[in-house]
């Protein structure tokens, strides 16, 4: 089973800069998905970025405002996936989750952007700005 968790998460304020990991292990590195997403009380849970771990494809939604960064490096049986946040503003304060799903090494991510269609999540790792 594929086991995802996330580091990184704390308190910080307005106008800093964080780095967000996840570590994924027990998969087929050539042949998944990986996605952060950020959920807060009001707003169910959001794409951030999604990276296909195969060809290290990046995708970002067209909400994005370049602020943030996905990286991906990986060995034989993990994944080590960054979400770069800078100029961070309170409205970024939010639960960060590391997810993923197995996919084709060509199709990589896809058309794979909504949570239902993730089927590992790591545990959250929480992000609060403050001005």
């Known amino acids: 089973q594929v086991h995802l968790v996330e580091t990184g998460g704390r308190s910080v304020q307005a106008g800093d800069n964080l780095t967000l990991i996840c570590e994924a292990s027990?998969?087929?590195?050539?042949?998944?998905?990986m996605a952060w997403f950020r959920q807060t009380p009001r707003q169910s849970r959001e794409v951030v970025a999604t990276?296909?771990?195969?060809?290290?494809?990046?995708?970002?939604p067209d909400s994005a405002d370049g602020r943030f960064s996905i990286k991906g490096a990986k060995t034989q049986t993990t994944v080590l996936v960054t979400l770069q946040l800078n100029s961070l503003k309170p409205e970024d304060s939010a639960i960060y989750y590391c997810?993923?799903?197995?996919?084709?090494?060509?199709?990589?991510?896809?058309?794979?952007?909504?949570?239902?269609?993730?089927?590992?999540w790591g545990q959250g790792t929480q992000v609060t700005v403050s001005d």
């Open positions: 997810a993923g799903v197995s996919s084709s090494w060509w199709s990589g991510c896809v058309d794979i952007t909504n949570p239902e269609q993730f089927l590992d």
């Open positions: 027990a998969l087929d590195p050539k042949n998944y998905c």
């Open positions: 990276i296909a771990t195969g060809r290290l494809a990046l995708w970002y």
